[in-house]
C-alpha cells in the first residue's frame, strides 16, 4: 500500500495513508484532498461560527456539492475549511483502521472512533478488521456493560452455556458475538470445551476473558450447571448465532412473567414428576431420567438448545 505522508505525521483521516491521487477525496477536492479531514470528532467554536455566519456558509458549500458527494457534512466542512483548522491529537480521534499504521495502546486514548460500518454494536465475526480490533470492540462493548450494570438495567444474571464441539474459530466468534451485542448485558458465558481446543481458540478465549465473565470448562454439562451464577440459565450451540440483538431481552421478559421456561416455535420442554424433558424433535418426544447421568447428557444435550430455563428448575431436577 503507497502512501503520499510521511509514516511520521499524524493523519487526518485513514485516507491519509492511501495514495491521495486515487482517492475520492483528491477526485473531489483536488490537492485540497492531501489534508481532508474526519469530521466525525470535532472541537467548535459555536460562537465564533454563529458569528461569522459560517452554518450557513457551511449549508451553500454542501448544496453545490451535493450531486457528487459521498460523505455529507464531511465533504461539505473540508471545502469550506480547506485548511483553516487545527488538527488535533490522534488520542483524541482514533480511529479503529489507524491499529495498522499508527498503533496505540488503550491506555494512550481518550476517545475512540468506529469508522465506517465496523460499529462494536453489529457482529464483526466476520469483518476483515476483527482480529486487529478486537481490544477497540470489546472495550467498548466492557464499559456498555458497565454502565448497564450502574444503572441496574437488567438486575438478573443470565448464565449463557454453550457447547463448542467442533465448531471452528469463526463459527466461535460469530456465535459469541451475537451474544456480545445484546441488549441484554447482564451475562456470564460458560463455554464447553473439547480436551485440546487449538492455539487460535485457546488465546481467543483468553483476550475474552479480558472484557467478560467467561469460563472456559472440559465437556461436562452437570459441571457447568453446578457453576453457573444466573438466576437463568441459556443453552445454546455454538454453530448457531441469535438472530438480531433482542433475542435475549425478549426471552428474559417472557420468563420474568413467573415462568420457569422459554422456548422458540421450534422447540418444547417439560418437567413430570420432576424426572424428565422431552424436546419436541420433528414431531418425536425423548425423555431424559436422569440430569446426573453425564453420557444422556451428553447425548441430550442438543436437546437443550435455545432454551431459557430458571435455575430452580434445573436444580431441582439435578437433585432428583
Known amino acids: 500500500m503507497s502512501s503520499s505522508l510521511p509514516i ?28 481532508y479531514f474526519n469530521s466525525g470528532v470535532l472541537l467548535m467554536d459555536l460562537k465564533a461560527m454563529r458569528q461569522e455566519n459560517m452554518p450557513i456558509a457551511i449549508i451553500n458549500a454542501a448544496v453545490d456539492v451535493a450531486t457528487v458527494s459521498t460523505y455529507a457534512d464531511q465533504d461539505a466542512l473540508n471545502i469550506y475549511y480547506g485548511k483553516d483548522y487545527k ?52 472495550t467498548y462493548r466492557k464499559y456498555r456493560n458497565e454502565f448497564n450494570g450502574k444503572l441496574a438495567l437488567y438486575p438478573h444474571k443470565i448464565s449463557v452455556i ?14 459469541l458475538e451475537s451474544f456480545f451485542i445484546q441488549t441484554y448485558s447482564n451475562l456470564e458465558f460458560i463455554l464447553l470445551v473439547n480436551e485440546s481446543p487449538s492455539e487460535e481458540i485457546t488465546s481467543y478465549f ?3 476473558q479480558k472484557f467478560y465473565d467467561l469460563k472456559v470448562l472440559k465437556n461436562n454439562l452437570v459441571t457447568a450447571i453446578e457453576q453457573a451464577q444466573g438466576e437463568y440459565l441459556y443453552f445454546f450451540n455454538a454453530t448457531d448465532a441469535l438472530a438480531d440483538e433482542t433475542s ?27 424426572e424428565s424433558y422431552f424436546s419436541n424433535d420433528w414431531g418425536k418426544v425423548k425423555y431424559l431420567k436422569n440430569i446426573k ?17 430458571s435455575k430452580n428448575l434445573v436444580e431441582e431436577i439435578l437433585n432428583y
Open 206 to 208: 483468553e483476550t475474552l
Open 87 to 138: 488538527q488535533i491529537d490522534l488520542e483524541y480521534n482514533y480511529g479503529t483502521f489507524f491499529v495498522d499504521y499508527k498503533p496505540k495502546k488503550i491506555s494512550e486514548l481518550s476517545i475512540i472512533h468506529y469508522y465506517s460500518d465496523d460499529k462494536p454494536w453489529k457482529n464483526l465475526a466476520y469483518s476483515i478488521f476483527y482480529e486487529r480490533t478486537m481490544e477497540l470492540i470489546h
Open 162 to 175: 454453550i457447547k463448542l464441539g467442533e465448531a471452528s474459530w469463526k463459527e466461535i466468534a460469530r456465535c
Open 8 to 35: 511520521d505525521k499524524e493523519p487526518k483521516d485513514v485516507a491519509a495513508y492511501l495514495n491521495q491521487r486515487l482517492s475520492r477525496h483528491h477526485q473531489l477536492l483536488g490537492e485540497q484532498g492531501d489534508d
Open 293 to 309: 447421568d453425564f453420557e444422556l447428557c451428553e447425548k441430550r444435550l442438543d436437546q437443550l438448545m435455545g432454551l431459557l430455563v
Open 248 to 274: 435475549l431481552d425478549k426471552f428474559y421478559q417472557a420468563i420474568h412473567k413467573d415462568k420457569d421456561l422459554v422456548t422458540n416455535d421450534y422447540q418444547g420442554f417439560i418437567t413430570k414428576n420432576h
